[in-house]
C-alpha cells in the first residue's frame, strides 16, 4: 500500500465510546430556534374621500398609490406586517449571558 495515508497505530476493529453529557458539553448549549409565525392578514382600516362616488370609503389594505407617496396607512401597514420578523431579529441578536462569557474566555 504505497501512498496510502494510514496510521500505522490505527486498529480496524477498535470501537469510540462517547456518553451523551459528554457530548453535550462539547458542543455547548442547544440552540433555540423559533418557528416563523405564518402571514396573519393585516388590517389597518384607513377612510378616504372617493371622489367618485362623492363618499368616504374604508380600505384596509394600501394601494400601489398610496405606498408610492408614504402615506401614514401604508407605512402602518408595512411596520405591522413585519413586526413578527423584526421581533425574531431583535430576540436572536442577544447572546446569553453563557455565550458571553464563552466568547471572551471569562
Known amino acids: 500500500m504505497h501512498g496510502s495515508h494510514r496510521c500505522p497505530h490505527w486498529d480496524v476493529h477498535t470501537s469510540l465510546a462517547v456518553s451523551q453529557e459528554q457530548l453535550r458539553?462539547?458542543?455547548g448549549?442547544?440552540?433555540q430556534y423559533?418557528?416563523?409565525k405564518p402571514a396573519e392578514d393585516v388590517k389597518i382600516s384607513?377612510?378616504?374621500?372617493?371622489?367618485?362616488?362623492?363618499a368616504v370609503e374604508e380600505y384596509h389594505?394600501?394601494?400601489?398609490?398610496?405606498k408610492r407617496k408614504h402615506q401614514i396607512n401604508s407605512l402602518a401597514f408595512d411596520v405591522k406586517e413585519k413586526a413578527t420578523e423584526l421581533a425574531q431579529r431583535r430576540s436572536s441578536g442577544n447572546l446569553t449571558k453563557q455565550q458571553t462569557q464563552a466568547k471572551y474566555g471569562w
Open 46 to 54: 384607513a377612510n378616504f374621500w372617493n371622489r367618485k362616488t362623492g
Open 34 to 36: 423559533e418557528i416563523a
Open 29 to 31: 448549549p442547544a440552540r
Open 61 to 66: 389594505k394600501p394601494n400601489k398609490l398610496q
Open 25 to 27: 458539553k462539547t458542543i
